[in-house]
């Protein structure tokens, strides 16, 4: 069965094999050694021992375990969903049919900010690790999906710029100027929500993805069309 481990440098908590029992090695976020416990130092302790606040004068539990909050989605929730994209995409495609993003950057900016925020709460219910991590949720949810999406947006706004000054047709040229883009929103991903890196990157992938698409919709042409 898994070990749990704690690492003493940043605090975050990691599922690992039992053939590691005995090891050590560095944490994949802080990298600070972690020694995981031999089989036999690994003890599962009952609900009972949780209890630090002891028992009152009747023998009873004074505390009870806290309980791990798991996120789930509800069928109701994912129908909502998955209609609420549907009217996104439609909106878009006939907005962008009669130019109204085209004709005013400012709608077109706040188009953008009102589909980026949605999308980064649910890249992060899909992508964050259950066994690993307990799920960000409320305010702390909000304001840390709000700083991602400025983020986010604000990369866009620089590939834009940036894009329609520098990119040609070539492959190595793309690389060069979308690249470092791309590692930037990796790296938004891993600050807002303590995701590694690759999970990042998957974060801003799928954001990318669902925003290239909408860009098309709105009447901008694909991607790689920008410097024309």
């Not at 439609?90 to 009102?114: E, P």
């Amino acid at each position: 069965m898994p070990i749990i481990v704690i690492c003493p440098g940043c605090r975050k908590r990691y599922s690992v094999s039992d053939k590691f029992a005995g090891k050590s090695g560095p944490c994949p976020n802080c990298k600070t050694l972690i020694q995981i416990p031999k089989k036999e130092e690994v003890v599962i302790h009952g609900p009972e021992e949780f209890a630090s606040a002891g028992r009152g004068i009747s023998g009873k539990l004074i505390a009870k375990p806290i309980g791990r909050r798991i996120w789930t989605i509800s069928p109701t929730l994912a129908v909502a969903a998955g209609l609420g994209t549907l009217a996104v995409l439609v909106a878009t495609a006939v907005l962008g049919s009669v130019g109204v993003f085209r004709d005013n950057l400012i709608v077109t900016g706040v188009g953008l900010v009102l589909v980026t925020f949605p999308l980064v709460i649910a890249g992060y219910n899909f992508l964050y690790d259950i066994e690993e991590l307990e799920p960000f949720q409320g305010r702390g949810l909000w304001i840390r999906g709000a700083i991602c999406t400025a983020a986010y947006v604000a990369i866009w706004a620089g590939f834009s710029f940036f894009g329609s000054q520098y990119l040609t047709g070539d492959l190595w040229n793309w690389l060069i100027v979308g690249t470092p883009f791309v590692i930037l929103g990796a790296i938004a991903a891993l600050g807002s929500f303590d995701f590694d890196f690759p999970t990042g990157l998957l974060h801003f992938g799928f954001y990318l993805l669902v925003t290239i698409i909408l860009r098309r919709l709105a009447g901008f042409g694909w991607i790689w069309e920008l410097p024309g």
